[in-house]
């Protein structure tokens, strides 16, 4: 059996020889090729980490994103880490989105799709292949995946034994994951335990509390006129990560035995970033293949044309819910910079998912060197993003979030007012300033006005509201 399986993907996917052959960008170098050899047989043996039909039904909610009747959040951590593999980290990102996602929902009236930056998101495409400090020069982080954060010489060499342990905790995670979202956690009628370690007095988390009750009362109601539906208890919940590293998800795709097709089985959804989404590049030439949904990252630099080309590479068929543009411009760019892809893209009568990310077009560093997003810009963006559509007729169709469930001062602004020099009490992140709790509540109330205000509703009107999709 396995022997067969391995046979129809070496048919089916170029080979990672022919991959190399092509320019392929931000991918570390083993010094021990044997160890990767040995790393990779031993995954190309493991159990797949989703379904290939999870994939296709993901496929098929990003299509009603496409069309306008629903909205996605995409979530989490910048960069996972393995020891942030915890109970306690993954429930907290997890009620996050979820409170994010109930805001959207009842605020706004639309079904929110729901898509995590988790089990997998543990390999990062850095600006300069090393870091120096006080003279000394080591090569960068590049995730957990391939070396260590601390700053010495023999945990920044790669190690392709990490590639083992992002599958082992990618599957831990899922694993919890899949049992809160199905178990009981999610059930709408604990809305308000979600956040119950979080009362404070801030004024987020009291219209956040007034919505709760709302939603409550509302839902006994509707149980004590009979309507006690499963939907109250369970939500969809995607995984999706970067497909940075292409031995790793090279070696987790797998035939789907339903259809014959390869699908990346390291996460539902998977996307190529904005440093390593050349046309003729390993990254897409690999990406083409599988049949998994995918985002392609956006930044402002970027030209109409080339967007244009890489839909058509990437998705030939119009298949519809394949593709997801997240775009990343920066609020000061944002205005300008989006139009002409959109139009051009709109101009071919491919329908994508268009989706904003307000973050990595937004960071700088403060003179203390900390990485951080202003709150204020990255509503900017979001609120650029909402402009911008509304003015081309098209659905803003979510927003992707750099987050946390912990209260970290990552990023200055927000209910909170953080400032510059608060930076300093809870700065967690491995890589890029990650919004808290509090913040990430705020942008949704902020987004959900959006999506209630102006032209968009009544473009794209909601017909139905399901429970299920809150
Ligand atoms: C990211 O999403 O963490 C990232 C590196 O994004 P981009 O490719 O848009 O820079
Ligand atoms: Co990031």
Redo the contacts with the bound molecule.
Sequence with gaps: MPRRILTGVNDLIPALTELHRLPVAQQPTYPDPGALAAALADLRLRPPLVFAGECDELKHRIAEVAAGRSFMLQGGD??ETFESVTAVNIRGKLRVLLSMAVVLTYAAQVPVLKVG?IAG?YA??RSKDTETRDGVTLPAYRGDAVNGLPFTEADRIPDPQRLIEVYNRSAATLNLLRAFVKGGFADLRAVHTWNSDFVRNSNVEARYENMAAEIERALAFMVACGVDNESFRTVDFYASH?ALLLEYEHALTRIDSRTGTPYDTSAHMV?I????RQLDGAHVEFLRHVRNPIGI?V?PSADPADIVALCERLDPDLEPGRLTL?T?MGAGRIREALPPIVRAVEDTGRKVAWVC?P??GNTFETSLGYKTRAFSQVVEEVNGFFDVHEALGTWPGGV?I?LTGDDVTECVGGVDELVEADLANRYESA??PRMNRSQSLELAFTVAERLTSGRIMRVNPIQEFHAEDF
């Design positions: 910048c960069a930056r998101q990062k495409p970067e996307w970033g904005e440093r390593t990252k930044g997240i990343r990310d973050m990595h992707h750099e890589c890029d």
